[in-house]
């Protein structure tokens, strides 16, 4: 991308605005898989959905069975919701996919608090899963589409850091009712869940549709509007015109080549190591083992010995958050795409290994306890921070514009299977009724962690600073993956001498009408 179309970020300030409303999708997200962590934990929600048990640490304790269900219903709806996302998106754009998302996120939290069985909480569980697989997909494109590509890593992190915002809001709001002894004590945190797909659909009223989404349905005019309300005043005249040819080229080549089963394109030639790579970057936030932390965080506390779960829960949140700025910050400055996940996967692998050591060493211990309190910090702090900010950006880039929204839903699909086995087979090693493995559990992420990280290694290119147009040009001439950096496109030469005539044209146009007045 040219240099001059670098600006700064207090200049696209109104299309950070917009794009961080849309971050807002993550936000709920985050709180949703939070409360549920949280509610495994709490007195109050076991009495209605768990059993007594006096030998544990509350007196309360839930079954393996009814933990699975609980999680998994939520991955469940999430793989059914990702069959809808791709026709939805085509024909409806991302805005109103938001507003979809949101309505059927409301029809899941109104099930889930009105339950008082299993049965219910499933079924409201994979409505919310439904909505997720919504909000995830489309608020995660409409950021791609729209950020310049300098910005990008900046405000796809931030989709990163508002899992974390969102799951620090529900252990505070938790952790405020946890005493409560009566079904209220899930209900208010789970009547929360309305307030962010509210904010998300209030905010989509104010932002234009996606460029790219606009153009691929041949409504070039609004695409054009949509790009110059985005850029506001950042760019001159000339750089918005070279921008909009170079995405519009882009766009007219993808349907060139083009089939008639748009889905399986997916598959085929370039885009096959595409949907490859996409797929590992998302599924890698499973095999980093962040799941487990997701799905039972605060239980997970509770039996590795820790003395106040829920405030855990909340100092290793903080911890993500400040792994995700400080990386936003090196993404910004120095980082790029390929080390920033190198980085990220290879430290939440060397600390899983150093959370195993210590409790096969000495399981149950309080050194084995205050190890796994500062391993699990860093770990959240790192991987968080690199990897896991770094997957949303690549996720989205890495695919084309003319299938992204297919792509981006099978990764999701995939990656929500991932976690439905993680969510199904975790309490069978950490519940003390089952296998009762605890912290040595993380043996098996740290292996997975080896695996993600090798496969970077070899697979995953450098994309940083890259128009999702030049990333095209990148893959459609099958550049090998150590020269992706340095490669040189020819789309923006093209758009630049486009738009330099255009303007020629224009110039003269004014000039000729300047003169018969003249003459007149």
Same mark, same amino acid.
């Given at each position: 991308?040219?240099?001059?179309?670098?600006?700064?970020?207090?200049?696209?300030?109104?299309?950070?605005?917009?794009?961080?409303?849309?971050?807002?999708?993550?936000?709920?997200?985050?709180?949703?898989?939070?409360?549920?962590?949280?509610?495994?934990?709490?007195?109050?929600?076991?009495?209605?959905?768990?059993?007594?048990?006096?030998?544990?640490?509350?007196?309360?304790?839930?079954?393996?069975?009814?933990?699975?269900?609980?999680?998994?219903?939520?991955?469940?709806?999430?793989?059914?919701?990702?069959?809808?996302?791709? %026709?939805?998106?085509?024909?409806?754009?991302? +805005?109103?996919?938001?507003?979809?998302? $949101? @309505?059927?996120?409301?029809?899941?939290? /109104?099930?889930?608090?009105?339950?008082?069985?299993?049965?219910?909480v499933c079924i409201g569980r994979a409505f919310v899963g439904a909505s997720n697989a919504f909000f995830i997909t489309f608020a995660n494109s409409y950021i791609a589409e729209s950020t310049p590509p300098h910005l990008r890593p900046v405000v796809s992190s931030i989709f990163g850091i508002m899992t974390g915002v969102g799951a620090i809001i529900s252990a505070v709001i938790c952790n405020g009712v946890k005493n409560?002894?009566?079904?209220?004590?899930?209900?208010?945190?789970?009547?929360?869940?309305?307030?962010?797909?509210?904010?998300?659909?209030?905010?989509?009223?104010?932002?234009?549709?996606? %460029?790219?989404?606009?153009?691929?349905?041949? +409504?070039?005019?609004?695409?054009?509007? $949509? @790009?110059?309300?985005?850029?506001?005043? /950042?760019?001159s005249p000339q750089l918005l015109e070279e921008e909009f040819i170079e995405i519009s080229r882009g766009i007219e080549e993808e349907k060139a080549m083009a089939s008639n089963s748009q889905f399986l394109d997916i598959f085929r030639g370039t885009d096959r190591r595409r949907t490859i790579i996409c797929t590992a970057i998302v599924l890698s936030r499973a095999s980093s083992g962040l799941w487990l932390f997701i799905a039972y965080g605060t239980y997970f506390y509770q039996q590795a010995g820790i003395g106040d779960p829920f405030i855990m829960g909340i100092y290793v949140l903080i911890a993500a958050i400040g792994g995700t700025i400080i990386a936003i910050y090196c993404s910004y400055?120095?980082?790029?795409?390929?080390?920033?996940?190198?980085?990220?996967?290879?430290?939440?692998?060397?600390?899983?290994?150093?959370?195993?050591?210590?409790?096969?060493?000495?399981?149950?211990?309080?050194?084995?306890?205050?190890?796994f309190t500062g391993l699990s910090t860093c770990y959240q702090f790192v991987y968080s921070g690199f990897a896991g900010a770094m997957s949303w950006p690549i996720s989205a880039e890495v695919v084309s514009s003319r299938l992204r929204v297919y792509t981006l839903s099978l990764a999701t699909g995939i990656d929500y299977l991932a976690a439905w086995l993680v969510a199904f087979c975790s309490p069978y090693f950490i519940n003390p009724t089952a296998m009762g493995w605890g912290a040595r559990y993380c043996w098996i992420w740290a292996a997975s962690n080896l695996i993600t990280y090798?496969?970077?290694?070899?697979?995953?290119?450098?994309?940083?600073?890259?128009?999702?147009?030049?990333?095209?040009?990148?893959?459609?001439?099958?550049?090998?993956?150590?020269?992706?950096?340095t490669f040189v496109c020819t789309i923006h030469e093209q758009a630049h001498n486009l738009a330099m005539k255009k303007s020629s044209v224009d110039v003269a146009q004014v000039e000729g009408i300047d003169k018969r007045i003249n003459e007149g």
């Open positions: 991308m040219s240099d001059t179309r670098q600006t700064p970020l207090r200049a696209n300030w109104k299309c950070f605005v917009m794009c961080f409303g849309m971050t807002m999708a993550n936000l709920q997200y985050g709180f949703d898989a939070g409360v549920i962590a949280n509610l495994q934990a709490m007195p109050g929600f076991l009495q209605v959905f768990g059993y007594r048990d006096p030998k544990l640490k509350i007196g309360w304790g839930i079954t393996t069975t009814n933990q699975q269900l609980i999680t998994s219903f939520l991955n469940i709806g999430t793989m059914i919701g990702v069959f809808f996302t791709a %026709p939805f998106g085509r024909f409806f754009g991302r +805005r109103v996919a938001i507003w979809a998302g $949101s @309505l059927i996120c409301f029809i899941g939290a /109104s099930v889930q608090i009105a339950s008082t069985s299993i049965a219910g409560i002894m009566n079904k209220h004590c899930y209900q208010i945190p789970l009547a929360c869940l309305f307030f962010f797909p509210t904010l998300i659909s209030v905010i989509s009223l104010f932002v234009p549709e996606s %460029p790219r989404w606009l153009l691929l349905r041949n +409504r070039s005019q609004e695409a054009e509007r $949509s @790009l110059a309300i985005l850029r506001d005043n /950042s760019l400055k120095w980082l790029g795409r390929r080390s920033m996940m190198l980085i990220g996967t290879g430290g939440a692998g060397i600390f899983m290994l150093g959370i195993a050591i210590a409790d096969t060493i000495a399981p149950g211990s309080e050194a084995s306890a205050k190890a090798i496969f970077f290694y070899f697979m995953l290119p450098e994309m940083k600073g890259r128009m999702l147009e030049e990333i095209d040009e990148l893959f459609e001439k099958k550049v090998p993956t150590r020269q992706f950096a």
